[in-house]
Every structure is written in C-alpha cells, then in structure tokens.
C-alpha cells in the first residue's frame, strides 16, 4: 500500500541535513574552529575527552556573537557571511550555509557562551532537544563551544564510529591541517587531557611545519613561490628523503580551505616525478591563492572538495611551481651523524638509517650484528611497569645506540656488495609495506598443487633441492624436479621473519634488546593519539616505549629483528598501525610483525653467500606458508621444464 507524502518535522529534517555535514567528532571540531578563524581569532583552543564522543570545547578570543544575535546561530542557514545568492560566486570566508551550530545541535547537547569586545557581559546559551535557554554571564571576549554526549539521540551514527583511537586522530590530523594552513593563529590541541598540538601564531609557516611534522623536517624543506595570472602557490615541499608511503603528509589549501584535490595531489607528484621511488609521496604544505570567482567551494556541505574553473591549467602551474623550487634546490642526501627521530622524518632512498646493513634472519646468520649488543629472552610483563617521571634536562642527555660494527648484517649474510647495491630499506619498503595484509591464505598454491600431483611435498622440497645460486642480486634458484624455482629473497626472508616475530608475541616471549641508552622520538601529533592503544602490541613484539612529555617518547627496549636504528622504524610501524585500527582488518599483531620483518628483512639486491642462501631455503622450508609473504606477493615462482624446452626448440 502506498504512503502519502509528508512534510518531515522539523527534527527530523534536521538530523538528516546534520549527516551531510556532521559524520564523526573531527567534523564537529572543523566546524567550530572554522566559526572561530572567520571571527578572526588569534588563538584557538581544542579540548577534546572520550574520543570527541564524550566533549569538545573550541575556545577563542574572536569578535564574539552580540547577546541579542546568538540565538540566531542556531537557527538554519542564518549566517553572517553572505547575504544574496551573488555571493556564492566569490567566497573568501570558510563557513557560509549557517549550518554548523544547528546541526551540531541537533545530535549533541551545546552549550556556547559569547561576548563581544564591547560588551559588558556575555551570554550563555544551553541547546539540547531544539530547546533554547539563555542568561547572562561573565565572559572573556570571545566564544566558548562545547559539545556533549555526541550522538546521543542518534545511536545508528555512533554504532558507525571507528575506534577512539582512529577518532582521535582523525581530530589531530584536522587541527594540524588546520595549523598549517593559518600559521598566524595560536592553535592548542589537548586530548584526553594531554596537550599534543601547540603552535606559536607567529605566521611563519616553516615554523609551524616544524611544530607538527617534529624541528628535525626544517633542514630538508624546499620553500615554493611562484606568481601566476589568476594568484599564487607558495609553502614548503620536502626533499626526496622525507617521502612516505602514503599521502599522508601531502596538505594543500585553496585560499586558506584544507582541500582533498586529486588534481592538486597530481599536480605536486608530477613535480615530483623521477626524483621518488615507486609509491613514495612528498611531504607538501602548499598554499595555492586564487580568485574566488575560479574556484567553487559550494560543492559539498563539509566543503572539503572544490571545483576550478580551468583545472588543466591550475595542474600546470602547481606543477611548474614545485619542479622549479626542486631545481634549485640542493637535494643530495647528506649522511652525518645520526640524530633522534622526529615525527613524520622517515628515511627515504637516500637515507643512511635503512638498507642491507640490518639483515636478520634465522639461527646463524647474524653473530656478527652480536657485537651491538647482548640478545635477551624478555618474558612479557603481567602488567606495563610505570613508567618514570623524567626531568627536562635528562633529555639532553638521550641520543641515539651507537653501532659497534658498521655495515654487522651484511658481514652477517657472509656477502659484499656487488655491481647491483642492495636497494635501501625506504625503496623496499615503499613497494608493499604500506599494503594491507593478505587473507589468511593456507599454504597451497599451484606450486604445492603440481608438486603433490607429483607426488612431492614442497616443503621437502626446499629443505633438500640444490640451491644453484643467486640471479640478478635477489632471487635465489633452487632446482626442482619440475623445473628450476625462482625464489625472492627479500619476501621469503619476509616471510621467516614475520612468524617468528608473531610466534615470540603469541608465547610471550620475545626476543629483545635493551638500549644501552634510551632513544628519544618525537611523534606527530596523529601518531601520538593513537600510542597508547597500540602500546601492549607493540611490547608484545619487543618495544618498550614510553611517554616522555608532549609528543616525545623514550625507546627502551627493541625487537632483535630491527636493528640498530630503530626510530625511523618505530615511526612507520605506528603510521602503518594506525591506519589498520583506522581501516580495520588483520589484528595490531599482525599488522606490526609484517612491519617489522618487512624491514628487517635481506634487501633485494643484496648478494648472499652459498652459505647464506642455503639457510635462508631451509628455513623457508619450516614455516606455515613459504608461499606468500604476509602481504600477499609470491615467493616463489617456477620455471617449468617444458617452457625451459620450449625456449630452447626441443619442443
């Protein structure tokens, strides 16, 4: 039977208008902070406890909303940014739909307290419910949200919230976009009650790339001007050394608006291009001014995605303005002494902190890496002993392990290097770390399937097969009664690696190395969100990290399989990580054991000894599945004998 059509109340059209708008906490806190920024706030303060779910409290020192205006805030599409429909065609503000407060309102409870400079007294506004009551308070000049009980008459949208870790960083990632793209503003994020973002509003932009991606980026900053017809780019791009896995540190803002533009993102890869290793993206922070009458920001109501008037053009210009400052820029690698890690300083294809010297692999094929340091066997602790209060000036004295035996894990594989350099660690890395691990596969494969038809086991097979030598630096050859077995030595090694770290976690016992002295690491602000969910993963694996104020964490203790230089490692495995607790999938175990033994893992390239090579197929040959590493890419792969015939015209 068919419905008549109805007029929706007014509650119920605004809790759908508010899902346009207001899909998780960080949504909640963009829409504040851009009131407080087109108010002209100089300083702007963030609370955030429970995940953003519980409260979020923006507080600035803005204009301020007149007593008798305020109630308009709540009130649908009533703004104080446009007027006519003329306007639209050129908005320099960041708000303008007047639906921020009302529809933030419409699924949590708000109170706002407000005063104008000029103003005696402010006004305090309690909204829940669509009901409104008003008083009169003291107030410091400005405006003060806050946000309770996010969600609350809504239970299927916070059903749908990720993790409180993933929510949390989702917030630190916004106010650090927000921060670069307004380095005149003081901004200072706390969550949970510990401050993770604090920047000085002094408009230097260097200087607030620094407080967000750690001081050690600044020395290998690029800066960008370039002038066109219709406005500017400017900002900073990293040098190749700096590149990452994802797009992560890749920020562009259209006249002060944190934009997500696949032009834009291009635009600054093509600039880019040749200088980067297979998936690695560029650090950016770019600025592109335009006239507002060539851009139109009225696409979707979060105003994240934008339209341009002429986008081949804009592309080129970006281009242009990023392969001109890389130019003229000194980007050869320097290598001096090693330095703490910094938050999103990762090592690139010319980094000195990863390569073949840190190759581990199973029993004998790492005495000479010995001379760093004592193995321990580490019994996981009940519960994570507290961690001490440290004083600032021990700080001073924390830098990173000194290595006793330079290039340990290539003596450890017995192998020089030859005409093919192993590939460092980033561009190995960078070609399927990042990857999300594969299913949980058996250990078939046709490899297995033709050799049982054979009546052969495969795992026999690697544990007895001639192994003849070593092709092109990295795939070791095994012949096999069907032919000969092309085998990667980075993935296998891979492969190895990653259950022995699982089995050490699973058992609780893992093999461990103290520092002698502690490495301090400086983390971004999303990445330090997110530690203290992923801690007891991370010690069940080997680390011992602990908070050592604001954004810096102290390294204690490492996995055997890491190295030693293990910030740069840690780094990524906690990007990696949050991405799974943001994205689901495989556990936090597995995601950081696949991290681990991907770095850690004989480079491609290497060249291995006979006895080196030997060891590595036998012990292929014990674990669960020497078929795939735990990102999904083969292992082996076999060279029939027919196709060998057939090559050869005896077929």
């Known amino acids: 039977m068919r419905q008549p059509i109805r007029v929706l109340s007014e509650d119920v059209s605004n809790k759908i208008a508010a899902g346009e708008v207001i899909e998780r906490p960080a949504s909640v806190v963009k829409e504040l902070v851009e009131n407080a920024i087109d108010a002209g706030a100089r300083r702007i303060y963030v609370d955030v406890k429970g995940a953003g779910k519980e409260l979020i409290r923006v507080v600035d020192d803005g204009s301020g909303i007149p007593a008798d205006q305020a109630p308009l805030a709540f009130q649908r599409h009533a703004t104080s940014k446009i007027q006519k429909a003329s306007d639209l065609a050129a908005i320099s503000t960041l708000g303008f739909r007047g639906e921020a407060l009302p529809s933030i309102a419409s699924v949590s409870r708000v109170e706002l307290v407000t005063r104008t400079h000029d103003a005696a007294d402010g006004v305090r506004l309690e909204v829940a419910g669509g009901n409104v009551r008003a008083s009169v308070c003291g107030a410091p000049p400005g405006t003060q949200v806050s946000v309770y009980d996010l969600f609350y008459n809504t239970p299927a949208r916070f059903k749908f919230l990720k993790s409180d870790t993933a ?15 307004h380095p005149a503003i003081a901004f200072r994020l706390s969550l949970e009650g510990r401050p993770v973002l604090s920047t000085s509003g002094s408009g230097n932009l260097k200087e607030a790339v620094g407080a967000v991606y750690g001081r050690r980026v600044l020395d290998d900053l690029v800066a960008v001007e370039w002038e066109a017809p219709w406005g500017a780019v400017s900002g900073y791009v990293g040098k190749p050394a700096l590149a990452k896995g994802n797009r992560s540190a890749e920020t562009i803002f259209v006249n002060g608006r944190w934009v997500q533009s696949r032009t834009l993102y291009a635009a600054v890869e093509k600039g880019f291009e040749s200088l980067l290793a297979h998936r690695r993206f560029p650090l950016a922070v770019l600025h592109v001014t335009i006239d507002p009458a060539l851009v139109d920001v009225n696409v979707h109501p979060a105003k994240t995605e934008v339209r341009f008037r002429d986008e081949g053009d804009l592309f080129r210009t970006v281009m242009r303005a990023v392969r001109a400052a890389l130019v003229q820029a000194d980007l050869v690698a320097h290598i001096g002494p090693a330095r703490p890690g910094s938050a999103g300083v990762l090592p690139g294809p010319g980094s000195a902190q990863g390569g073949a010297q840190r190759g581990a692999g199973p029993e004998g094929w ?16 009940e519960a994570p002993p507290a961690a001490p209060e440290w004083t600032g000036e021990a700080r001073q004295e924390y830098g990173p392990l000194e290595t006793a035996h330079e290039g340990a894990g290539r003596a450890a594989f017995g192998g020089a ?9 980033g561009d190995e890395a960078g070609t399927h770390a990042g990857l999300p691990l594969a299913g949980a596969a058996g250990a078939t494969s046709p490899l ?6 054979l009546g052969l086991d495969p795992r026999e097979l690697l544990a007895t097969a001639p192994v003849l030598g070593q092709a092109v630096g990295t795939y070791l050859v095994v012949a096999v009664p069907m032919g000969l077995w092309l085998i990667d030595q980075h993935v296998a090694h891979e492969r190895i690696l990653y259950e022995e770290v699982l089995r050490g976690g699973e058992s609780g016992e893992v093999v461990s190395q103290e520092l002698l002295v502690p490495l301090a690491v400086t983390l971004s602000p999303a990445l330090s969100s997110g530690l203290d969910e992923v801690r007891g993963e991370l010690e069940a694996l080997g680390f011992v990290v602990e908070r050592f104020g604001g954004n810096d964490v102290l390294i204690r203790a490492v996995p055997a399989a890491v190295g030693p230089q293990p910030g740069p490692v840690l780094l990524r495995i906690l990007e990696e990580l949050a991405a799974a607790a943001m994205d689901g999938g495989p556990s936090l175990r597995e995601q950081a054991a696949a991290s681990i033994a991907c770095r850690a893992a004989v480079k491609a390239g290497q ?18 599945n020497p078929f795939a590493c735990p990102h999904g890419r083969p292992i082996i792969v076999q060279l029939g004998i027919e196709e060998i015939e057939r090559r050869f015209g005896r077929r």
Not at 167 to 181: H, N, V
Not at 448 to 453: D, I
Not at 609 to 617: C, H, I, K, S
């Open 417 to 425: 290097r030859g005409d093919g350099a192993p590939r460092e660690a």
């Open 448 to 453: 297995a399937e033709e050799a049982a038809r």
């Open 607 to 624: 060249r291995l000894q006979p006895e080196a090579m030997e060891r590595l197929v036998r012990s292929l040959a014990a674990v669960e």
């Open 167 to 181: 929510e949390r960083r989702y917030i630190a990632e916004l106010l650090s976009a927000m921060a670069l793209a």
């Open 366 to 381: 790492n005495q000479a890496r010995l001379a760093w340091g004592d193995w321990t066997v580490r019994k996981r602790p």
